[in-house]
């Protein structure tokens, strides 16, 4: 069983920056696939940012140049840097998991991930 708590989300004018952290426990980050995911208001949960156990990077087009993932291995937490944040960033974030996976080979399909966290809520106001 993997267990993952977002935190960090909050109030943001546009422009500004937001750090998301999600501390993971059940299993390691640091040899497994991991992910960010968003959800809007009546719109459907879509992949954010991917980050495969062998530390390649997936971003989708939306916020390339924008969005950083990257993880310490030693706390076992997982980050998400936002910067130049649009109001259309506003939703639910939540990081998933496949499990004891190193390859992210589900890519944004969220029916690929097994573990959910609770999410953290982004409002970027104009």
């Known amino acids: 069983q993997m267990q993952l708590v977002e935190s960090g989300g909050g109030s943001v004018q546009a422009g500004g920056s937001v750090r998301l952290s999600c501390a993971a426990s059940?299993?390691?980050?640091?040899?497994?696939?991991m992910a960010w995911f968003r959800q809007a208001p009546g719109k459907e949960r879509e992949g954010v940012a991917i980050l495969h156990g062998t530390g390649v990077n997936w971003y989708a087009d939306s916020v390339k140049g924008r969005f950083t993932t990257s993880k310490d291995n030693d706390k076992n937490i997982l980050y998400l840097q936002m910067n130049s944040l649009k109001p259309e960033d506003t939703a639910m974030y939540y990081c998933a998991s496949p499990g004891r996976s190193t390859s992210c080979s589900g890519g944004f399909s969220v029916s690929a991930y097994k573990y959910w966290g609770q999410g953290t809520q982004v409002t970027v106001s104009s």
């Open positions: 059940g299993y390691s980050v640091r040899y497994n696939c």
